[in-house]
């Protein structure tokens, strides 16, 4: 019985090869499937992780901010807007002069968020 179940199994795949052609075969065994790097794994995963991907556009951005940070920031960190003898430079709104207004001594916020977030990244 074994060898008629045999025999019946081999004419039936020999009938089967014949009627496809070689790349089904190479298809129906799944040996053209392209696979994926253990590299190209771990980012796909990665970014499809919403939290991931959002939090590494935040620290890009800030990273851009930081390189521009000479460019951007018209004072220095503990340097005044306006003169102090002036005495309205203290709580500006954002405006021209300071774009996100002045603190309590009249410093520019902007200015100094930009330096603290520097220093908060070369810390890190």
Do not use: C
Not at 105 to 123: F, K, N, V
Request: overall charge neutral; hydrophobic content about 45%.
């Amino acid at each position: 019985m074994s060898d008629l179940t045999a025999s019946a199994i081999a004419s039936h795949s020999g009938i089967v090869d014949e009627m496809l052609a070689p790349d089904d075969l190479n298809a129906q065994e799944g040996l053209n499937v392209k696979g994926m790097s253990p590299t190209q794994q771990a980012w796909r995963r990665f970014w499809r992780h919403r939290g991931a991907a959002v939090s590494t556009v935040i620290m890009m951005l800030l990273v851009i901010a930081v390189l521009l940070t000479p460019i951007t920031a018209r004072y220095g960190v503990s340097e005044q807007v306006r003169d102090i003898r002036d005495g309205n430079n203290v709580f500006l709104s954002p405006q021209k002069i300071a774009w996100m207004g002045t603190d309590d001594i009249g410093r520019d916020i902007y200015s100094r968020l930009l330096y603290g977030i520097r220093t908060s990244l070369l810390i890190g």
